[in-house]
């Protein structure tokens, strides 16, 4: 089992930057491919951002590309996400998650590939 919790949200000016972390517990955190999603009201759970376990390979979502960095700490048993030139279409919940079925681009888009999830913390970007 593994427990997720994330921190960080909060509410930010557009073209400003937030800083979101999630600390895991539980089993060998570096197992785990570690993701972030985000869902806005009325809308499905989206991918932001996945990192494998090594912390070497990396994906993005399409939106976020070149604004947001994911990393990791497998030392600390935290996953990051630098979010800068904030827009007000980023404003959503975002959730931290946890896989080991990870194995490419496709699967760490895809929710359903992720075992553990955060409770999830709140992005507001005004404009």
């Known amino acids: 089992q593994v427990q997720l919790v994330e921190s960080g949200g909060g509410l930010v000016q557009a073209g400003g930057s937030l800083r979101l972390s999630c600390a895991a517990s539980g089993r060998t955190f570096s197992t785990y491919t570690m993701g972030w999603f985000r869902q806005a009201p009325g809308t499905e759970r989206k991918f932001v951002a996945a990192?494998?376990?090594?912390?070497?390979?990396?994906y993005y979502g399409d939106s976020v590309k070149g604004r947001f960095t994911i990393s990791r700490d497998n030392a600390k048993n935290t996953v990051s996400l630098q979010m800068n030139s904030l827009k007000p279409e980023d404003t959503a919940v975002y959730f931290c998650a946890a896989g080991e079925r990870v194995i490419g681009a496709a699967t760490a888009a895809t929710a359903t590939w992720y075992d553990y999830w955060g409770q999830g913390t709140q992005v507001t970007v005004s404009s």
């Open positions: 990192i494998r376990g090594s912390g070497i390979t990396t």
